[in-house]
Nanobody, 121 residues
Framework: QVQLVESGGGLVQAGGSLRLSCEAS????????MGWYRQAPGEQRELVAN???????YYARSAKGRFTISRDNAKNTVYLQMNTLKPEDTAVYYC???????????????WGQGAQVTVSS
């Protein structure tokens, strides 16, 4: 059973910083992509950033220049460093992992439980 456990959400003033962490635990063969999505009240879930196994990263336009995604492959952990936070960054942030549970099996997608990030003005 694969689990993604998030930590690091909270309340911060505009201009402040927060760091989210997400560890993938359980039995699996390899991790292709780890990333972060967010969902604000009344909005659809949207991609924030992805970190691919080869080291490539991708950022949504809203995250470029302010957020940094990184991975520790040895720990199966992905981080999201968020700087210069704005009230519009307020959302529940979800960790996402695309991984292979066993050799020869197709990729499966897993989600974390979500971490609330609230940015006050």
């Amino acid at each position: 059973q694969v689990q993604l456990v998030e930590s690091g959400g909270g309340l911060v003033q505009a201009g402040g910083s927060l760091r989210l962490s997400c560890e993938a635990s359980g039995s699996f063969h390899s991790v292709n992509v780890m990333g972060w999505y967010r969902q604000a009240p009344g909005e659809q879930r949207e991609l924030v950033a992805n970190a691919f196994s080869g080291g490539t990263t991708y950022y949504a336009r809203s995250a470029k220049g302010r957020f940094t995604i990184s991975r520790d492959n040895a720990k199966n952990t992905v981080y999201l460093q968020m700087n210069t936070l704005k009230p519009e960054d307020t959302a529940v942030y979800y960790c996402n992992a695309n991984l292979i549970t066993r050799p020869g099996y197709g990729p499966q997608v897993y989600w974390g439980q979500g971490a609330q990030v609230t940015v006050s003005s």
